[in-house]
């Protein structure tokens, strides 16, 4: 069960509302609400019993969650106040943001994120909107001594402090020093840059328990490997369907028979703890028919799904780590961003060979299953199914999808309406 609790403190001279989530052009509702204030969106007592009637906590007696939650645009909304607002969302390997100066700037829920390095060498995070008429102030990434507005030149320290506002000398009741940037929660995990808007949230490293200790043991050269590579992909389906595929392979035997010969099916084990679980894997030995692991200094076929829409993985060949993304856009479609990280920026053969593999073979694969379970959940012929779980945990098994619809409940659980929280009937429609 998920658990947010505790405070990481958001150190400097600004302190007030938490906003932002990275995405790439997403079509997000924009509505973060604030701390304290009541929920935007909420959830009806029949209404979260009718999505979850059936499940168990014990997978091997549960059905699946019910269809409504893919297909009602109701809970896309729930979805964006109750598991993006308060969840550590990617933003780039920390190569980025190694040097002080250094920013990125990305984009989250339909705003601007600003995620800066400053003279001291602390990571800060912020809302990229001017105090003055709102003007986005960054873009892109770089490295500057102060945060200039492109359209009135108002200047902030990288600490987000108001630092000049041109011909303010004659206004009155205007303090510069009272005007500061919005923050937002950032941290740096596994030599990954994260954010969360949720100024509340305990940090990633809190909540994910063993899961960086994990990492690194597999991937101990994750500091050093490079930015080399993004695709980038559009699909028709809710985005927790292409994360329920995402974390069983009991379809690829049927579905993905080369990537079955990449790597030891026999070895293939899957676990589960609190926000994430781990993918493990041998590299095949014998017959790979998804590209060639001659002289690969990584043997393994690591995954980690870290809650709601991270994976983190290594897969077989030269020093590799890649994180793929899986954002809503809409109740029915999702988009998906994978980038790669290899010893160089530039690839090699094998390395071209194991995007195209992925391009070209396993995500077309995926692609097509995934839209077709969103095209039968639309009909009344399916509402939930069973989940196929073994007692050995293995890779075929889907305790890991009924792990991450467990979390999924428990998060609707914290948008039930209660009699301080009731929105008008426009919200709940």
Known sequence: MLVWSGHLKISGLCRSNTIGIHALQVNWPYSPGTRGSPLQYTLTRHELDEISAGFDSNPLKSSSINTRAYTDPKFHLIEQQSVFRNSWQFVCHEEKLRDNHSY?????????????????????????????????????EGNVRLITCPYHAWTYNLDGQLRGARRSEHLLDFNMDEICLDQVQVETFCHLVFINLDPDAASLKEQSGELGNEIMSYAADLPQLTYAHTLTYRIKANWKAVVDNFLECYHCPVAHKDFCSLVD????????????????????????????????????????????????????????????????????????????????????????????????????????????????????????????????????????????????LNAYQSALATDGNNPTDDNNQ
């Not at 602390?122 to 008429?133: Q, S």
């Not at 676990?271 to 017959?287: D, E, K, L, Q």
């Not at 809409?330 to 920026?345: A, V």
Request: include cysteine; aromatic fraction near 12%; proline fraction near 4%.
């Open 104 to 140: 990125v700037v990305t984009d989250a829920q339909g705003a601007s994120i600003l995620v800066v390095r400053d003279g001291e060498g602390e990571l800060r995070a912020f809302y990229n909107v001017c105090k003055h008429r709102g003007h986005e102030l960054m873009s892109g």
């Open 265 to 408: 099916m026999s070895t293939y084990k899957v676990t589960t703890h609190g926000i994430y679980s781990s993918h493990m894997a041998s590299a095949g030995t014998t017959g790979n028919n998804a590209y060639s692991t001659e002289d690969a200094s990584v043997t393994v076929h690591a995954v980690w799904h870290l809650w709601p829409n991270t994976a983190l993985m290594r897969y077989p060949g030269r020093g590799n780590f890649m994180v793929w993304r899986f954002y809503p856009n809409g109740p029915d479609h999702t988009l998906e961003q994978f980038d790669f990280y290899f010893e160089t920026s530039e690839l090699q053969e094998a390395e071209v060979e194991a995007i195209k593999f992925i391009d070209e073979v396993l995500q077309p694969e995926d692609i097509g299953l995934v839209e077709s379970v969103q095209r039968g959940m639309l009909t009344p012929a399916f509402r939930q199914g069973r989940y196929l779980v073994d007692p050995e945990n293995s890779g075929m098994s889907e305790h890991a999808v009924h792990h991450f619809h467990a979390n999924l």
